[in-house]
């Protein structure tokens, strides 16, 4: 067992505070990290505050993690120690199941283990998450990270990026494609970088007219504010693809009515409370409404390499562990540029 400094919520109402949580000796196939930089998601804040009503505290969060593996249990193959790694989402999964054999493990029918807020598959304890300095899983769920780009930016890439980039892949975005982007917050400008190099032609939908500027900066070739009747007419049955981002309750409906014929809506944010849906709206112009989580191990190291590729990375603000609650109270009001990452040499 190893002692390891983290930061808790310790109740829905509590803010986080610091905790020291025991971590496990690396078993034969670990891979110990020492933490350098760990992201935050707007799905940190949700499990925090228990706003989808299946937190078990305390919660640690952080699933945006990149380190320096520290420690490699004797059967590891993939990493040595000294190298810089990362995890995601997922730390563990069945590994026999029909989805986990194709490499979608975050769809394991025998439950897939998440990073923080989930159950050990031998039952050991709950997981607990990248706000803290160290943290370990079996070599096969630990990614490669190219040492080309500044460690910080590409934290992000382990939730954002790979959340954005799946659906993206999935339903075939290509050039020529019109692509609405709904939000523009951490999932929202990655989409918008990954959309882009695509070639899909990119319009941000947002609710804050003050990003237009940065849309643009980021490769939309189009801005849409959401509140402006004028604006919203330009892309009525418009778009052939739509990644909704968004984190607060808002009405499916009114962005459905943006799809053409055929057209497809996949959901990534996740409103605590299920908004509605009107059957008419998908049934008159045979448009879908999807929805898609994470991504599985292969395809989040085949993002990691895509991004080393082309150049991309997150737009971030590096924070000190303490100011994790004002970064959460910021993150509300859509005060991010556009997304915190914790210096983990300050906790
Ligand atoms: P974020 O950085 O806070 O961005 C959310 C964006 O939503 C905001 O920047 C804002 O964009 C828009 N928004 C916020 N309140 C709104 C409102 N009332 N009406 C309309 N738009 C609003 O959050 P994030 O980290 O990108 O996460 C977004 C969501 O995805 C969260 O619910 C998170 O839990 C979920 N998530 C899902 C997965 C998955 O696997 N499916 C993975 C990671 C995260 P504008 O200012 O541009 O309107
Ligand atoms: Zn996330
Ligand atoms: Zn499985």
């Known amino acids: ?61 952080g699933h945006e993690i990149v380190g320096r593996v520290s420690a490699v249990g004797n059967h590891v193959s993939k990493f040595k120690v000294g190298d810089i790694a990362g995890i995601g989402c997922l730390v563990d999964s069945c590994r026999d199941c029909d989805n986990c054999k194709e490499g979608l493990e975050q769809y394991c029918t025998g439950g897939a283990v998440f990073s923080y807020n989930g159950m050990e598959k031998d039952g050991s304890g ?21 040492n080309k780009q500044p460690l910080e930016a590409v934290a992000p890439l382990l939730c954002a990026g790979i959340t954005t980039y799946s659906p993206l892949r999935h339903w075939k975005v290509s050039a020529g494609q019109k ?18 190099s695509m070639g899909a032609e990119v319009t941000m939908l947002s609710h804050t007219a003050s990003k237009a500027t940065d849309a643009k900066r980021l490769g939309a070739h189009k801005f849409v504010l959401t509140s402006d009747p ?18 607060a309750e808002h009405d499916y409906n009114f962005y459905l009515g943006m799809l053409t014929t055929s057209g497809t809506m996949v959901c990534v944010g996740v409103p605590p409370p299920a908004p509605p849906v009107a059957a008419f709206n998908l049934i008159f112009q045979r448009r879908s409404l999807a929805g898609s989580l994470i991504g ?30 004002a970064a959460y109270e910021r993150m509300l009001k859509g005060d991010v540029r556009y997304r915190f990452v914790i210096d983990m040499a300050t906790l």
């Open 1 to 61: 067992m190893a002692s390891t400094k983290s930061y808790a919520a310790q109740s829905a109402t509590t803010p986080l505070a610091p905790w020291t949580l025991d971590r496990r000796a690396p078993k034969p196939h670990d891979v110990q990290i020492d933490i350098l930089y760990c992201g935050v998601c707007h799905s940190d804040l949700h499990f925090a505050r228990n706003e989808w009503g299946n937190t078990i505290f305390p919660v640690v969060p």
């Open 126 to 146: 709950l997981t607990f998450g990248g706000y803290s300095k160290m943290i370990l899983c079996h070599e096969d769920f630990v990614l490669r990270i190219s």
């Open 179 to 196: 692509v609405g982007i709904l939000g523009l917050g951490g999932l929202g400008h990655m989409a918008v970088k990954l959309a882009v």
């Open 230 to 247: 004028e604006q919203v007419k330009t892309v009525a049955n418009y778009f052939d693809f739509i990644l909704d981002t968004v984190s």
């Open 296 to 325: 599985g191990i292969p395809e989040t190291q085949e993002m990691l390499d895509y991004c080393a590729e082309h150049n991309i990375v997150s737009d971030v603000e590096v924070i000190a562990m303490k100011d994790i609650n």
